[in-house]
T-cell receptor, first 117, second 115 residues
Framework: DTGVSQNPRHKITKRGQNVTFRCDPI?????LYWYRQTLGQGPEFLTY????????KSRLLSDRFSAERPKGSFSTLEIQRTEQGDSAMYLC???????????????FGNGTRLTVT | TQLLEQSPQFLSIQEGENLTVYCNSS?????LQWYRQEPGEGPVLLVT?????EVKKLKRLTFQFGDARKDSSLHITAAQPGDTGLYLC???????????????FGQGTRLTINP
């Protein structure tokens, strides 16, 4: 168990540019989640995958955001035409999901901190 | 929209003191989790409580889930500087597998234990 890995750790970009983040979950975990955390707040749910299927998206995820998990392993989160309000820590988490796994623990990565100037 | 309110938001106390952090909601959650987060890192799960009235202990930390599953508390006995960090509560809104880990987080309690 090497943990959830996120790259890059930090990203500074200019407004209007596109950015892409990568998340490598724990290998045997079939569920993968993206959360966003702004300063002084708790994480907010963005979207999640079960294997390669994106099952739910938050209303926070505007059309400029897209997430993929093409082979049910790693995931990417892309933000197009970034805005200053996108500045936040983007956290990825994974878990082992089953029908009755309503309390299976999430394992979080250390996040990608995005700063849009 | 389900919300979790944590109080206090900031707490600074001396080593050896006891403290309690509260997590309240008007909504019912199927389970409640407590995380601790260090600067520059992701949250790390401390405990999950599932049953109304449940109490779990983790060394000097005691976690309780309210009878109605709407609130929770974290009590730390004889706090130590190593307990310093951001404590987050998170509720799971649904028992069904698909929606279960769409966690609703509180805004966190930033705890500082002074030597």
């Amino acid at each position: 168990d090497t943990g959830v890995s996120q790259n890059p750790r930090h990203k500074i970009t200019k407004r209007g540019q596109n950015v892409t983040f990568r998340c490598d979950p724990i290998s045997e975990h079939n569920r993968l989640y993206w959360y966003r955390q702004t300063l002084g707040q708790g994480p907010e749910f963005l979207t999640y995958f079960q294997n390669e299927a994106q099952l739910e998206k938050s209303r926070l995820l505007s059309d400029r955001f897209s997430a993929e998990r093409p082979k049910g392993s790693f995931s990417t989160l892309e933000i197009q035409r970034t805005e200053q309000g996108d500045s936040a820590m983007y956290l990825c988490a994974s878990s082992r999901g089953t029908v009755s796994s309503y309390n299976s623990p999430l394992h979080f990565g250390n996040g990608t901190r995005l700063t849009v100037t | 929209t389900q919300l979790l309110e944590q109080s206090p938001q900031f707490l600074s106390i001396q080593e050896g003191e006891n403290l309690t952090v509260y997590c309240n909601s008007s909504s019912v959650f199927s389970s409640l989790q407590w995380y601790r987060q260090e600067p520059g890192e992701g949250p790390v799960l401390l405990v999950t409580v599932v049953t109304g009235g449940e109490v779990k202990k983790l060394k000097r930390l005691t976690f309780q889930f309210g009878d109605a599953r709407k609130d929770s508390s974290l009590h730390i006995t004889a706090a130590q500087p190593g307990d310093t960090g951001l404590y987050l509560c998170a509720g799971a809104p649904s028992r069904e597998g698909q929606g279960a880990q769409k966690l609703v987080f509180g805004q966190g309690t930033r705890l500082t234990i002074n030597p």
